[in-house]
């Protein structure tokens, strides 16, 4: 049974920083697209940073270009998402997911998802 947990979520102050970090139970579940989508109340789950692990291609929707990066180890089957200059647009649950690729963009795209972790800038 594949899991991936979430942890490195919390409450801090615009301008501040977090990383998250995604582990999977499974070497095999992070060959392929390793994702982070975030998700406010009453709002659609949005695409937030992805990247292809054979490739190393990255993607981020274009309010956090410049500010977030994504990367993974992959000795520790982990994936990470590094959140500099946080605004409290940026808050929401964060979820990452794994999917096969090769496209990494959209939520139809993973096959696996955390439980998600919170992030609140205030």
């Known amino acids: 049974h594949v899991q991936l947990v979430e942890s490195g979520g919390g409450s801090v102050q615009a301008g501040e920083s977090l990383r998250l970090s995604c582990e999977a139970s499974?070497?095999?579940?992070?060959?392929?697209?390793m994702g982070w989508f975030r998700q406010d109340p009453e709002k659609e789950r949005e695409f937030v940073a992805a990247?292809?692990?054979?490739?190393?291609?990255?993607y981020f929707t274009d309010s956090v270009k410049g500010r977030f990066t994504i990367s993974t180890d992959p000795t520790k089957n982990t994936a990470y998402l590094e959140m500099r200059s946080l605004r409290p647009g940026d808050s929401g649950v964060y979820y990452c997911?794994?999917?096969?690729?090769?496209?990494?963009?959209?939520?139809?795209?993973?096959?696996?998802w955390g439980q998600g972790t919170q992030v609140t800038v205030s």
């Open positions: 990247v292809h692990t054979l490739s190393d291609a990255t």
């Open positions: 997911a794994a999917g096969p690729g090769p496209i990494c963009l959209g939520p139809d795209r993973y096959n696996y």
């Open positions: 499974d070497y095999t579940t992070t060959v392929g697209c």
